[in-house]
């Protein structure tokens, strides 16, 4: 378990690709249920482990993912990101270079429970929820751009579904418009950074991700 970071009442791992956060259908281990276990063990205690997850991260992704080893700790980071008092950063890679260096986009999105998928609209539409975030490109190769993203709003595959209405589907992304996926099923979307002041200390946190150590990654992630 790649451990981010650790005290009394938070854990930040970094997340592999492929792994699922909580359980489901599918029937896989899931991380919250692996915390649990590792932190019985290595802590030896007894009876039930409680492990919180105030957000989550689509399994084909990587990343930084923050759980709580506390009820007080949970239900303060949940009223954080009900505040957006909690800040996500992530990094992309895409093929096609977006319209400006810089941009923010509003969309309004939709989610199709029977695709899984949500679906995006330039206007506002009567149900339909609002999803903002910035992006910037921080670095690039001959056919792949590296971008940073400010998520404003946490929607249903808000940045897959952004990003492709732009015509900058991620690298790997089928779902969302990508030609081919990646080796290894992930698409090339990560959690780069969490921010936010420390829910029992009342001290601001940042918590790092490194790039995943596929050769692109490396390679953009050391010109970004």
Request: glycine share 6%; with cysteine.
């Amino acid at each position: 378990m790649d451990i981010l970071y650790e005290d009394n009442h938070l854990i930040a791992i970094n997340k592999r690709p492929g792994e699922i956060v909580q359980g489901d259908k599918t029937g896989d281990v899931c991380i919250v249920d692996e915390v649990k276990a590792f932190l019985k063990k290595r802590d030896n205690k007894p009876g039930n482990v409680f492990v919180g997850l105030p957000h989550r991260l689509d399994r084909p992704t990587s990343g930084v993912l923050l759980l709580t080893k506390t009820d007080k700790a949970l239900a303060r980071i949940n009223k954080l990101i009900h505040d957006r008092e909690f800040h996500k950063t992530y990094w992309v890679i895409v093929r096609n270079k977006p319209p400006k260096d810089s941009d923010r986009l509003v969309h309004w999105l939709q989610k199709n429970e029977k695709q899984n998928k949500s679906f995006a609209s330039n206007v506002e539409k009567s149900g339909w929820l609002k999803a903002e975030l910035e992006y910037t490109v921080i670095a690039s190769s001959d056919n792949y751009y590296l971008l940073e993203i400010k998520l404003f709003t946490g929607r249903h595959h808000q940045i897959r579904v952004q990003l492709a209405e732009i015509g900058c589907p991620i690298r790997g992304d089928l779902k969302y418009g990508f030609e081919r996926s990646n080796r290894d099923g992930s698409i090339s979307l990560h959690a780069r950074a969490l921010e936010f002041i420390h829910p029992i200390k009342n001290e601001p946190l940042k918590i790092v991700a490194p790039a995943p150590k596929e050769n692109l990654w490396q390679v953009l992630s050391c010109r970004g």
